[in-house]
């Protein structure tokens, strides 16, 4: 009997590849991963043969790879030797073969999502510079006394208002709110026991 190639998806993150090779109830499965590229075979229940190999894009680190075998698939996380480099493609050639599939469920742009962190952390830091220089926060006592049937029928908890900004608790959750709407909305560690 012939071998097949097994479908195959792929997507990129910033220290690895992820592939998933698609073949439900594998038996006999080997899965070799070397710096320039991966070697795949298994049987299927119906005795049908599949064999994969591709040549990466670039270098990967072999040693720091790894495959889980489910039910279902084989999934292969692949280190990049290169971190936070963008791989536009699996494959070294620029030539994509009909079983080979980006898995858009998993797929997202990645790149600069450093900067948009980095905003972010700034954003709220700024928030709470602001809030924390308004005066004192609102005492933590209050919240023993908050209706938690409110709050899960999704009805407001408790509010307090300091200058420009009102303060809306609901469990550890506080909604900051000024006169022209909702504002930011921030998940505080709060530690009740």
Not at 113 to 124: D, F, K
Not at 137 to 166: H, K, N
């Amino acid at each position: 009997m012939a071998r097949q190639h097994a479908r195959t998806l792929w997507y990129d993150r910033p220290k690895y590849v992820f592939m998933e090779f698609c073949v439900e109830d594998s038996t006999d499965v080997h899965v070799l991963i070397e710096d320039h590229r991966i070697v795949f075979s298994c049987k299927n229940p119906d005795g049908v043969e599949f064999y994969n190999e591709i040549e990466f894009y670039a270098k990967v680190n072999c040693k720091d790879s790894q495959d889980k075998r489910s039910g279902r698939s084989i999934t292969c996380f692949v280190r990049k030797w290169k971190e936070k480099v963008a791989w536009p493609r699996l494959t070294k050639e620029d030539i994509k073969p009909v079983w080979l599939s980006v898995d858009f469920d998993n797929w997202r742009d990645w790149e600069g999502e450093e900067e948009v962190e980095l905003a972010q952390v700034e954003h709220y830091a700024e928030l709470l510079k602001k809030v924390s220089t308004k005066g004192p926060p609102p005492a933590m006592d209050d919240l023993d006394a908050l209706d938690m049937a409110a709050v899960s029928d999704g009805r407001i908890g408790e509010e307090q208002t300091d200058g420009a900004f009102d303060f809306l608790w609901i469990g550890h959750n506080l909604y900051i709110c000024t006169h022209q709407g909702f504002l930011e909305y921030l998940s505080l560690c709060v530690c009740m026991f």
